[in-house]
Structures are given as C-alpha cells and as structure tokens.
C-alpha cells in the first residue's frame, strides 16, 4: 500500500491531520537538527531525562533518527512563523531536563543529502526520489554482498523509509568527466575510485569516484552553493554494507546508514574479488 511509504519516518496508523502538521513542522521546520551530533545528542538527553529507554536511543541511533516532541522544539524562542512550538528542547545530554509532564514524545525524524532534482536506480528505473514516493516505488536498486569490480551486480532491496528535510545549507556541485553532474549535501557518502566511502566534503577536482559499472571517473569541477529546499535519500531495511550502495546518476553512493549509524567507522568497499565494506 501506498501508506506503508513515508517521509521523514511518517508512518503513522489512525493518527489525525493535525497530528501530522505538527510532525512536519518539527522535522522542517522548527526542531530539524541537521548533524548527527544534534541528533544523537537529542537522543541521548531523552533517555537521561526518562522520555525514551536506552534500547530505543540505540534504535534511534543506528537509524539515523532522533526523537521529537508535541511543545517543544530546539530553535525555541526563536520560532519561524507557523510554527506551535512552546518551550525549548535541547539536543545535548548535559542539559538540564524538561519534567516529563510538560513534554508529549509526538514521534522520530531523520536528514536528507541529495537534491530532488538528482536520479536514483528504483526497480531499474532511474527517477528523482520525490518521484520515486509518488509513484510508490517499493524498492531501490542496490549493490549485491558478492558485487566485484568488473561485475559490480545489483539488487532490489525493500524500502524502509523515504527520507527529506527543508534546509539551509551548502551543496556540493560536482561535474564529472563523463558528463555526469552530482549534487549533494557536504556529508553525503560517495564511493571513490579506490572503493573507499568518502564525504563530498572531502572531495578535489582530480579525484575519482567510482560509476556503477565499474569504471573510475575523475572529478572535473566542484562547485558550493547556498541550497534552500527540500533534500532526500531513501534508507533500505537492510543492514548490509553492499546492500546499502545505490546507483545516483550512475555514480556509486551510500544511503543514511553510512551518514549515521555507520559514520564514525572507516569503511571500505575493497574491490578484490568482492564488494566487501569492511568495518563493522
């Protein structure tokens, strides 16, 4: 069904209309906390302060998702219009807590790195994310575990959530030597030329990326720009390594998970005889 398909984690049975323009407005606009150090650390305040349990920090944390609230928010007092938020909430453990009484858990939110106008591989078929959700696509073409260098082979792997947040920030231009353009957020995952996963942050024009065929393609150009918008990825049920490295615009990338529960390790995809990312 198509309800099963979400963003921003909307996955909410029998839950009203306002409920939900509350929820958006706490991912987009008015609670988005956009490093996985914010969120984390939100995460990591509502368990010491009794509104999550460690199991579900953990769970939050490997998902890439932190937990929001009914009346409040971290850019309190400073709110944009529209927004409802009352009273502020913190995303550091040392904070001081809020009494559970005042605070209504009201659900998770996650981050988006790429641009909506950027294609991704769904069923064999490339199209824009946003794309992607309308239609109802239900799984995203991914690396196999056995994928080698000269046979990197491909799967469908089931879609656990679509992911997007409005935000505010740089994106990463990058023009490529076979015409290819990738735009991405500076955190965002890309496999190089030699099978590491690299930020887009730490990128030069020269270096290579590695395409979904196999072939290393140099970096021609990169150019920052100010982005406002809507960004998107997609995350997969799978916590395979291989299984989380999709096709963008024919180039190599990794969903959230290496954004988040796998960001402080080194990853490798290692092409030998295999795709083996090694670290975990």
Known sequence: MRASMFVAVFAFAGVSSTAMAQHTARCTLDDQLTTTTLAQGRNAWARKCGFITTTKEAYLNSEGEYQIFLEGCYSYPNIPAGSTCTKFVPATETAACVPLAELSKLGTCPTGCVTPGQKVSFGGKSMPVPEALASGERTITA?????????????????????????????????????????????????????????????????????????????SSINVFRFKGYVWNVQPVSHDKAENIFDLEGMLTGSLRFQNEWADLNYRLAFREEADVQGL
Do not use: C, M, W
């Open 143 to 219: 690396l196999t575990p056995t994928a080698t260098l000269l046979a990197p082979t491909f799967s469908e792997q089931t879609i656990r959530t679509y992911v997007s947040g409005d935000t505010v920030e740089d994106v990463f231009s990058l023009s490529l030597a076979n015409g290819r353009l990738l735009e991405v957020t500076s955190e965002h995952p890309l496999v190089d030329g030699e099978g590491n996963i690299v930020k887009a942050k730490s990128l030069q024009a020269g270096d290579t990326l590695l395409s979904s065929d196999g072939q290393k393609v140099s970096i």
